[in-house]
């Protein structure tokens, strides 16, 4: 699985990208042939004082692709919250491939 993990407007800091690293490492326990995933971190209302946190995951399988946005304010929550959909959309897929 080749990870790639890219932040906008900002730089992340290594305990940000270590947590996020060590939350993907779930994905495999999901589907076995995951080709790669793609993290974006970014920053959002850059010119405001209030700074939304958004995520986006993509991940590639075989014959699929999977994504999701999600925008909270840490990207912590905003990450687990996209984590918790991109689970939720393989199980879904593997269930329809296996009925």
């Known amino acids: 699985m080749n990870v790639n993990i890219q932040t906008v407007h900002f730089d992340a800091d290594v305990t940000l990208i270590d947590y996020v690293k060590r ?58 919250h996209s984590l918790d959909s991109i689970i939720n959309q393989i199980k879904r897929k593997k269930e329809k491939l296996t009925a």
């Open 23 to 80: 939350k993907l490492e779930k994905l495999n326990t999901f589907h076995d042939g995951i080709i790669k995933v793609d993290v974006f971190l970014k920053l959002d209302n850059v010119v405001h004082n209030i700074k939304d946190k958004i995520t986006e995951i993509r991940v590639q399988v075989p014959h699929h692709n999977f994504f999701v946005k999600t925008s909270t304010k840490s990207f912590e929550e905003s990450f687990d």
